[in-house]
């Protein structure tokens, strides 16, 4: 167990629609990550939060937004979604100082 | 760019035979380099890390030691288990310009009993 909740575990919804996905971090992590995992992309980071203030994005989709919030969990909105969003949403949190990230078991998203 | 190379998989192996997973990187400066493992309807783990040139990470059996001049990242174990099947990501870490993460794309590792 590495600390970091996501949730919801699975999440089946229709092209068009709008989905919140949930993080929270380590206790005491001030770094919250984005990442998309599907078959043929890899592992894909999307963008970095660092004490509810947004560090680095990567290939984040204008159709997708996060944000971290005061007590640190994180939020990423996925709207307007199509076939091809449907993948593995994970997050992960790092320690200031550290440079490892700690995974979460991951958000199944499957747009139908 | 901040890039890393992995070899391709699937690699497919007896149990007790040795692994080699290969990784190179291009960076500046002096990268932490890292070995993380997912498993099956998992998410990632941290499996070893090196933060300096020369330096050997290791867990679980597993090794790699951090090659500046070849600029390497390699990941050994001696003699692979079943349970040793997983996705295997080689990444590093900049220390300069937004320490940013970069993932490898992953080698599938299959343990055949």
């Known amino acids: 167990d590495s600390g970091v909740t996501q949730t919801p575990k699975h999440l089946i919804t229709a092209t068009g629609q709008r989905v919140t996905l949930r993080c929270s971090p380590r206790s005491g992590d001030l770094s919250v990550y984005w990442y998309q995992q599907s078959l043929d992309q890899g592992l894909q980071f999307l963008i970095h939060?660092?004490?509810?203030?947004?560090?680095a994005k990567g290939n984040i989709l204008e159709r997708f937004s996060a944000q971290q919030f005061p007590d640190l969990h994180s939020e990423l909105n996925l709207s307007s979604l199509e076939l091809g969003d449907s993948a593995l949403y994970f997050c992960a949190s790092s320690s200031r100082g550290l440079d490892e990230q700690y995974f979460g078991p991951g958000t199944r998203l499957t747009v139908t | 760019g901040n890039s890393v190379t992995q070899m391709e998989g699937p690699v497919t192996l007896s149990e007790e035979a040795f692994l080699t997973i290969n990784c190179t990187y291009t960076?500046?400066?002096?990268?932490?380099l890292f070995w993380y493992v997912q498993y099956p309807g998992e998410g990632l783990q941290l499996l070893l890390k090196a933060t300096k040139a020369d330096d050997k990470g290791s867990n679980k059996g597993f090794e790699a030691t951090y090659r500046k001049e070849t600029t390497s990242f390699h990941l050994e174990k001696g003699s692979v288990q079943v349970s040793d099947s997983a996705v295997y990501f080689c990444?590093?870490?900049?220390?300069?310009?937004?320490?940013?993460?970069?993932f490898g794309a992953g080698t599938r590792l299959f343990v055949k009993a």
């Open positions: 990444a590093l870490r900049p220390n300069t310009g937004g320490f940013k993460t970069i």
């Open positions: 960076a500046t400066g002096y990268p932490s």
């Open positions: 939060y660092y004490n509810g203030e947004e560090r």
